[in-house]
């Protein structure tokens, strides 16, 4: 049931375009104000969610700052914390151990 729902939200987040899936995060600086420039440059806005495939140390000192968005790894994924971001980024190596997951 859980792994249906979670399934059913990213099928809805495509279908309402707010969900990118980003590249690579490696992340060099640990400053939130390079951190807010990458996160303008992509388009992100300013509500989201980041899904890593694992949490860089200055990816997750960049963004503490900002209350608004939120980074996390695939194993803290939930179906509430994918529904309250307004956009979900998600890099190459994190939606293939999602796509694991879920099938």
């Known amino acids: 049931m859980y792994r249906a ?4 939200i990213f099928s809805e987040l495509q279908r309402q375009d707010r969900l990118c899936l980003v590249e690579e995060l490696n992340f060099s600086s640990n400053k ?9 440059e992509m388009g992100f806005g300013q509500d989201f ?3 890593t495939e694992s949490l860089n ?6 963004s503490r ?11 803290a994924i939930d179906p509430v914390l994918l529904l309250r971001h307004e956009k979900v ?4 190596l994190a939606i293939e151990r999602i796509n694991e997951w879920l099938s």
């Open 49 to 51: 969610l980041l899904i």
């Open 65 to 75: 700052n900002i209350p608004s968005v939120v980074v996390v790894d695939v194993e």
């Open 57 to 62: 140390e200055n990816l997750f000192l960049a």
């Open 32 to 40: 939130t104000k390079d951190f807010v420039s990458y996160a303008a």
């Open 89 to 92: 980024a998600i890099d190459k």
């Open 5 to 8: 729902a979670l399934r059913s």
